[in-house]
C-alpha cells in the first residue's frame, strides 16, 4: 500500500512538473512572438509613413512645378521629381501590417518577402529622395527668396556644394538606417524559426 502511494505520488508530482514545464515553454513562446511583433510593426509603419508622405511629396512637386510653369528649367525636374514620388508611392503599395492570425510560417514567410522588398527598393528610394530633393529647392528658393538659382552662378555653386554635403549624410544615414531595418529583421525571424521549432516539437 505504502508502495502504490509513493507511486502514485511520484506519477502526480511528474504530470505537475510536466504541465509547469509546458506552461513555461507557451509562456516564452507568446513572449517571444509579442516582441516579434513589435519589432516587426515598428519598421512597418516607419515603412508605410514613407510610403504616404512620398504621395505628399509628388502632390508638392506639382503644386511648385504649376507655380513655375512657365520656366521650363523648373518646372520639368519638377515634374519628373512628383513622377519619381509616385513610383515609389506604388512601389511600395504591396506593403502591409502582418496578419498575427495566421500561423507562424506564414508570418516567417511574411517577414522573410518585406525584408527581401526593402533591400531591394533600398537604393532606389535614396535615389529618389536626392532626386525630389534637387527638383525643389530651386522652385523654393525662388519662389521663397526670389534667388533665381540658373542665372547666378555664385548661387549655384553654394547650392551645389551645400546640395552635395546634405545628400552625402542623406546616403550615410539611409544606409545606417536600412541595416539596422534588417539587422531587427534578422533577430526577429531568428525568434519565429524558433517558435516554429517549438511547434515541430510539440506536434511530435
Not at 504649376?66 to 508611392?89: C, D, H, K, N, R
Not at 512601389?91 to 498575427?100: A, E, F, M, T, V
Amino acid at each position: 500500500m505504502e508502495l502504490d502511494e509513493l507511486k502514485n505520488l511520484w506519477q502526480a508530482e511528474h504530470r505537475n512538473l510536466n504541465s509547469r514545464i509546458k506552461l513555461n515553454e507557451e509562456l516564452l513562446m507568446k513572449m517571444n512572438m509579442e516582441k516579434a511583433a513589435g519589432d516587426i510593426n515598428k519598421i512597418v509603419n516607419i515603412s508605410l509613413f514613407g510610403r504616404n508622405m512620398a504621395l505628399i511629396y509628388c502632390l508638392v512637386s506639382i503644386g511648385l512645378a504649376v507655380s513655375m510653369i512657365e520656366s521650363i528649367e523648373y518646372s520639368i525636374p519638377a515634374i519628373l521629381g512628383a513622377l519619381a514620388m509616385l513610383w515609389s508611392f506604388i512601389s511600395h503599395l504591396s506593403i502591409k501590417k502582418p496578419n498575427y492570425k495566421d500561423s507562424i510560417i506564414q508570418l516567417h514567410k511574411t517577414i522573410c518577402t518585406f525584408k527581401i522588398h526593402l533591400a531591394a527598393n533600398a537604393k532606389y528610394d535614396i535615389i529618389i529622395v536626392a532626386f525630389w530633393f534637387l527638383s525643389v529647392v530651386p522652385i523654393v528658393l525662388n519662389v521663397t527668396y526670389k534667388v533665381s538659382l540658373y542665372n547666378n552662378n555664385q548661387v549655384l555653386a553654394i547650392f551645389c556644394l551645400v546640395a552635395g554635403i546634405i545628400l552625402t549624410l542623406t546616403i550615410i544615414l539611409s544606409r545606417k538606417a536600412y541595416a539596422e531595418y534588417d539587422r531587427q529583421l534578422k533577430i526577429t525571424q531568428d525568434q519565429l524559426a524558433e517558435l516554429i521549432e517549438f511547434e515541430k516539437n510539440n506536434l511530435r
